[in-house]
Structure formats: C-alpha cells, structure tokens
C-alpha cells in the first residue's frame, strides 16, 4: 500500500522549504456577459504569498477553474523552490469537494514531475469551514497519489513520500488534528479497496480476496472468517452457490466483524458486498468487447472491506458486520443455465432467465446471512446493472431503499463524503416484473427498469429489514483519468458507507 508520509503544520507559508507548494483561488467574477474576464482570488491570506501570485492573477492567463493548475518556479520572498496555484472554480460554487479535488489535482501535478514532497496549504475562507476541508484534503491527496499501474515491469514509482498540510495559524489546532487523522485513515481505506479492484482476476481469486480481507482485518484488529464450498452447502446458499457451481476457483465467503467494546446493544450493521473477482456473464456469456473490465466486478465487496477497514481505525460506537460474497462466474460443464430453478438460503425459489445476472444471486444470500448473524439494518453495494449506469451515467450511483429514514441517514452522510449517489425507485410494479412461472421470482425483468427490477430482487431477501442498496455499476472505473484522479479504480462508496455507519 503507498505509504505516504502526512504531516499538518501550522507554520507561515512564506518560510516553509519545499520541493512544492501548493495554494487554492477561486474566480469571483460573477458577470456573465462576453467582457467578463475571470477574477481569480487566492484563498491564502499570507502577503507574501499574494505578492508571490499577484503577477499570473492579474494576467489574465489562469482563471481558476476547477482543477487548473498554474506553476512559478522560486516564488520572491517565500522559501519553497515553485508555488502551485490550483482553482477551485466559481467562488460560489467551491466547496469542500472542491478542496478534496484540488488537494488530489496537486499530488497529481506533482508526481510525473518527479516531485516527491509537498505542502498545500489549506484555503482560508468563508463557506469552506476548516476541518472538514482537512479531512477533504488528506482523503484527495491519497486519492490522487494512487496510479493503477502496478505490474508495469519499468513501473517508476512516483508516488509522493511525503504531503504536508499547512492550516492557518489561527486555527483550532485539537479539530484540525482530529481530522486530519481522520483523513489519512479514510483516504489509505479508500486506497485499499482500489488496489483490490485494480487486481486482475487471474491474480484476485475469491480465495486471494478473502486472503487479504482476512490480511488486512488481523492488522486493524477486527474478527473475521472466510468460509467456502463446505459453508455454502451448510448454510443451503443455493442462490450464491448457483453461480459459484461454474466455476474451477471455489467461492469465498468473507465475514468481517467490529465489536466495539461495552456495546452490548443497538443495532447491528450489516454491510453486504458483490465479490464477482470476474464475470463472463456464464453461459448467457456477455460480449468480448470490454469483458476485460469485469475483473472490477468485486468493486462492491472491496468497498465493504475498505470501510471496515476505517470502521477498525475509527471506532465508532455500533456493531457492524460485513458479508461478502466472492465467486467468479463463468461458462462450464457444471456452470448453471437459463431455466435453472435453484432455491435460495431465505427458501424463495429463483427461476434463472440469465446467468448474467449472477450479482443479485450472490447478494440473496449475502442478505439472509447477514441477518442470520444479527444484522438489524442491511446496506450492499454491488456493480449490479448495466441500466443503472444507462440511466445516472458515470455522474451518479445508484441508491435504492425500503426505509425513508435509513436512506436519510445515508443522504446525509453523503454531504460529508463527497460522493454522488442518486435515489432510484422501488415498487410494487417492477416487483410484478420478476414473477416467475414455475417459482417465486426471476433473476432478470427484461429490459425496462432494470436497474428498479435489480433491487426490487434484493429488496425480496432483505424482507422487513430497512435496507439500502447501492449500485455502483457506472462509478467503480474511472474512465477517464481527470486532474485529481487515474483513470481505473476509484473506490466509490467507502466514504459514504462509513459516513452512514458513523450516524449509528
Ligand atoms: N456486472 C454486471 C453489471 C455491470 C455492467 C457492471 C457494466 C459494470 C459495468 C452484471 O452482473 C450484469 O451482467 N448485469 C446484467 C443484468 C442483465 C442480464 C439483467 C446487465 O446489466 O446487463
Ligand atoms: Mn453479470
Ligand atoms: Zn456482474
């Protein structure tokens, strides 16, 4: 995992020596007409940094867009060797996302230039309240750190060893601190889900995936099992075996526990993740145009072990449980075919339509299990449709929920993460829609709503307990690289699943 050196300093800019630092402006103009040049304004107080950037501000040539980036080589009067001015767009749309991106936009303004070390300095103003910018910039900065190109055999490793946060002298150092903390726990989980969902399935078996779950849960102290074939036929998940069945690498079931010491009750979370380390689709086998991107079809249950990964560090006060379910599914002799009947863990009967849709199947019986083990509150996250991403794009994930006041909780932690998820419908129609003939219900509802006829799947395991699923379809690769982010994996959803988890 990258190992970024952070530290938060609350020195004055002008005399920190630094390969790099980096300072944030926004654009104030806020006429629209064809004459109105941008009005950048840098958002650091320092008069020596100011005089430093006066010059290029008044130049008309930077216009503080979001993420643009403007370099000068040994600044007069301060001690670091270039200043970066990054934008952060209109000044009265920036927000702490902004932050989070700018941070990222540095680090990656840094790392092919061989630029190892730097500090950015955190904007001071209204409207970008200090600590929750912090957090924004830690998290951006091990975002934009990350590159997806681990098994290049002239890999360089340009990642930046050591980012400095540099907060003004006035402010609340104790909050600061705390979030900063916060920040580089947050931002490293995020990083470790991305290299789980970067791994190719050759090399990110279910079993290796359960390996380093288990890995990973030892160091940061949380209980954990990782079951297989044996457990599968035990519990009678004969929805998630349907799939597993097809395949030469046996299933892994992964079980990862935080037990708060002293909390006896209140809920129980259950976090339930898709772990398809690749899908053909089966014998419904999908196009070989782009199959090569379903190695990312675990992004769900890698999301899951991110966030218990903070959830360890972090330790809030709520028992939480993750389940994820880990099998590839492929076209075989054994592999299950369309028609198939098979009855789930919870006893419902599945008729199989399409052995492509293989995500829903695993999560049935991630969903009975998690409440088995004492879940009172259910989220998944799963690459679940291609409809989804039709529907919101590679803007928005998907968000679907049985309970109002559970997906409240979940809305408002999305103001803390930064991530974008939209809220899609349930309803008793698209129920209607996967009926089956011979048994309770279908794997697919044809090609209207399916990213509606996908939940209203789940929603049939979760039964009465409030539930929310996410699909993540659209937002677990990025397609194209942007200033503060690889194109590859982005570990979407792990801030957010522990934001929520965090408003238990
Ligand atoms: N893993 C796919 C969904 C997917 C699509 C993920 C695009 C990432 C990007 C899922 O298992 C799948 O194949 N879904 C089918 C369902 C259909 C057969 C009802 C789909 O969306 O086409
Ligand atoms: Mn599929
Ligand atoms: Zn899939």
Redesign the pocket.
């Known amino acids: 995992m990258s190992t970024m050196r952070t530290e938060l300093s609350f020195a004055n800019l002008a005399g920190i020596e630094t390969e790099l630092l980096a300072v944030v402006a926004t654009d104030t103009q806020t006429a629209k007409g064809s004459d109105a040049r941008p009005a950048p304004v840098l958002l650091t107080a320092e008069r020596a940094v100011q005089s430093a950037a006066a010059a290029v501000l008044a130049s008309g040539e930077f216009k503080a867009g979001a993420n643009e980036a403007v370099l000068l080589h040994a600044p007069a009067g301060l001690k670091a060797k270039r200043l970066l001015i990054v934008g952060l767009g209109k000044q009265a749309k920036a927000t702490v996302d902004s932050v989070r991106s700018a941070a990222g936009t540095a680090v990656r303004f840094a790392k092919p230039r061989g630029i190892r070390e730097l500090v950015f300095a955190l904007p001071d103003a209204d409207g970008l309240p200090a600590a929750p910018s912090t957090l924004g910039a830690v998290e951006g900065a091990f975002v934009g750190d990350f590159d997806p190109d681990t098994y290049r055999s002239d890999r360089k490793d340009q990642s930046v060893q050591s980012f400095t946060l540099a907060a003004p002298t006035a402010a609340d150092k104790a909050a600061l601190k705390a979030a900063f903390a916060e920040g580089v726990i947050i931002g490293e989980s995020q990083n470790f889900t991305r290299e789980l969902v970067n791994e190719p399935g050759n090399k990110l078996t279910p079993t290796i995936l359960g390996q380093r779950a288990a890995e990973m849960a030892s160091e940061v102290g949380l209980g954990w099992e990782v079951h297989s074939t044996e457990k599968l036929h035990e519990l009678k998940m004969g929805a998630f075996w349907s799939v597993a069945q097809g395949s030469a690498e046996p299933p892994a079931l992964i079980v990862l526990r935080y037990e708060p010491e002293g909390v006896k009750d209140g809920p129980v979370l259950g976090l339930v993740g898709k772990g398809?380390t690749f899908?053909s689709?089966g014998i419904?086998l999908?196009p070989g145009e782009n199959m090569e991107?379903?190695k990312y079809?675990m992004a769900g249950g890698a999301a899951m072990i991110g966030a218990m990964r903070a959830i360890a560090l972090l330790k809030p006060r709520v028992r939480v449980i993750a389940v994820v379910c880990a099998t590839e599914n492929m076209p075989d002799g054994k592999a299950q075919k369309p028609g198939d009947v098979q009855i789930a863990m919870s006893g419902k009967s599945i008729e199989i339509i399409?052995t492509?849709?293989?995500?829903r199947l695993v999560l049935a019986d991630g969903l009975s299990y998690a409440k088995q083990l004492g879940a009172t509150h259910l989220i998944d996250a799963a690459?679940?449709?291609?409809?989804c991403?039709v529907a919101l794009g590679m803007i928005n994930a998907g968000a679907f929920s049985n309970d109002d006041a559970t997906f409240e909780k979940f809305n408002a932690a999305l103001a803390t993460s930064g991530e974008k998820f939209w809220r899609l419908p349930l309803g008793d129609e698209y129920a209607e829609m996967i009926k089956s003939d011979i048994g309770d219900i279908k794997n697919?509802g044809g090609r209207w709503g399916?990213a509606s006829t996908?939940a209203e799947f789940l929603k049939v395991f979760a039964e009465d307990t409030p539930w929310i699923h996410l699909d993540i379809?659209?937002m677990a690769w990025v397609e194209d690289s942007k200033p503060y982010i690889a194109k590859g994996p982005s570990g979407v959803g792990v801030r957010s699943i522990l934001e929520w988890v965090r408003s238990y």
């Open positions: 398809i899908d689709g419904s999908k991107k379903m079809d399409n492509d849709a293989e995500g690459t679940l449709t291609g409809a991403v697919t399916g996908a379809a659209g």
